[in-house]
């Protein structure tokens, strides 16, 4: 189902690439980041293209909560501890900078996109010592953060609150700033070759090259294909619940994102790594969740996430690597895309430019190896791409077509070759090769979203065997 966001916005459209093209600055990417960052250049003069393989907001950006906010979780006192107070303060200012200059940017050229001051919190209904760790992180840093046991919520927790936050309409933002730019849809870049895009209707050459779709399909230089993994998550959109003024995230293994927009409530979670996600539920789980607090709600939308975790817990924003000094990328922005966009955009469309960076822009570096604050991640991520690899050789099919029910898939063995197989409720069935295009792991059914998803970097393709999401470049 389309998240509120998709179903409430009217967007422009724009014409797929016909041939070749030549502009200063090329993005790969028309969701929040690319945009924003084609409309920071165009206002500096610059002639940009934004090459979008979909529709522009097509992607992640139609999957947010759009919750823009400093507050990530349980963030600065872990980046306190794995990397050390200098880059812990440059990531709390770089964050606190992009929610004002996003604020001002809004203000100035008077978009319309459902803008709400609010304050973020982070609550724990048991367990509060996480949040009291995060509370004097925060302070340590110079943050405006308060503990309270008041809050609007219908359940008793303690909640760390960060003030002058904001939530709005991102689909509308990005509807408002993407007018007048040169967008290409339905354009899906195939290779990037020194100052040279090349896609299926034509080559776009570019003195900068941007990759902001979400997780760069180039592997070498950058390998983020073993620097991040990623990660779904799940929303339902509730009617009939008295609107909240702030928003909030749950602190422990279980618990929910909650934010208003209009009539709906946002409620979030049921998170885990993309295709390990074998039992249907995470939807069902959302859906209880709002019936026990809720009892009269009704669920007007229903619809996923996916997001990049980097090792270090830090997006990967600037020069992609020292041997093509004009590429520039975007991406690791965990579930924080709103201000990340923002800090991005200013970073990536300073560098373009040449101009100055903010001294804060060190922490995103993403040339940058922190072997300490990276080594568990890279250790787990590194177990699921070998498991994943091998998994396709060495482990048997282990389920029989005629077994598979109706609306669910499975892997089985098709003379002796491992395929999948989805079965649709009038009992067709649909094969693919589980072979991920990307690197070749083992494909696994997505029951809750009838797709075929890959556990080592996250490509996911629909029961038909198409691209939703990349690194993958290709259909099955
Ligand atoms: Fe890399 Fe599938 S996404 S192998």
């Known amino acids: 189902m389309d998240s509120i966001w998709t179903q409430t916005a009217v ?5 797929a690439l016909e041939g070749d093209l030549r502009a200063d600055a090329a993005i790969v990417g028309g969701g929040l980041t690319g945009i924003l960052t084609a409309w920071l250049l165009r206002q500096a ?41 200098e880059a812990a303060s440059q990531y709390a200012r770089a964050n606190l900078t992009a929610v004002d200059h996003l604020r001002q940017l809004i203000r100035q050229q008077d978009i319309d996109c459902d803008w709400r001051d609010c304050t973020s919190f982070l609550y724990a209904s048991d367990a509060p010592g996480p949040l009291h760790r995060e509370y004097d992180a925060c302070r340590a840093l110079g943050m405006d953060v308060f503990l309270t046991r008041n809050t609007e919520l219908s359940f008793p927790c303690e909640a760390l609150g960060l003030r002058r936050q904001a939530c709005f309409h991102p689909l509308k933002l990005l509807s408002a700033l993407s007018q007048g730019l040169r967008v290409c849809e339905h ?30 399909f180039v592997n070498v230089p950058g390998y983020f294909f073993i620097r991040q993994h990623q990660e779904r998550s799940y929303v339902l959109a509730l009617e009939g619940i008295l609107p909240l003024e702030h928003y909030y995230l749950g602190t422990g293994g279980s618990a929910f994102s909650l934010r208003s927009s209009g009539k709906y409530l946002l409620l979030g979670g049921g998170g885990h790594r993309t295709g390990e996600h074998p ?45 093509h000094p004009n590429w520039f990328v975007a ?56 498991s994943g690899l091998t998994r396709r050789f060495l482990e048997p099919a282990r389920v029989s077509a005629e077994a598979i029910p109706p609306g669910h898939g499975g892997i089985v063995d098709l003379d002796g070759k491992k395929v999948g197989v989805y079965r649709d409720e009038a009992g067709e069935l649909f094969a693919v090769s589980i072979a991920c295009p990307h690197m070749g792991c083992q ?12 556990p080592c970097h996250g490509s996911r393709f629909d029961f038909l065997g198409q691209l939703l999401d990349g690194p993958a470049q290709a259909d099955l």
């Open 11 to 15: 967007f422009p459209s724009f014409p």
């Open 45 to 85: 003069g610059a002639d940009v293209v934004v090459l979008e393989a979909d529709r522009v907001g097509g992607g992640q950006t139609a999957g947010t909560t759009a919750k823009l906010t400093a507050q990530h979780g349980l963030k600065y006192s872990q980046l306190l501890e794995t990397l050390g107070n």
């Open 187 to 216: 354009t899906r870049v195939l290779e990037a070759d020194g100052h040279i895009l090349r896609t299926a209707r034509g080559t776009v050459t570019a003195e900068s090259i941007l990759f902001t779709c979400h997780f760069p």
């Open 279 to 323: 039992e249907a539920g995470r939807y069902e789980l959302l859906r209880q969740t709002a019936r026990r607090y809720w009892p009269d709600c009704h669920v007007a939308a229903a619809w996923s996430a996916q997001d990049c975790v980097p090792m270090d817990g830090v997006p990967y924003i600037g020069r992609l690597s020292r041997r």
């Open 331 to 386: 991406t690791g922005f965990q579930k924080w895309g709103m201000s990340s966009s923002m800090a991005a955009a200013e970073i990536l469309s300073s560098l373009v430019r040449g101009v100055p960076l903010s001294a804060d822009a060190a922490v995103f570096d993403p040339r940058r190896f922190p072997v300490r604050a990276s080594a568990r991640q890279l250790a787990s991520d590194t177990a699921h791409a070998v």
């Open 443 to 454: 494909l696994a059914w997505n029951p809750d979203e009838k797709s075929w998803d890959c």
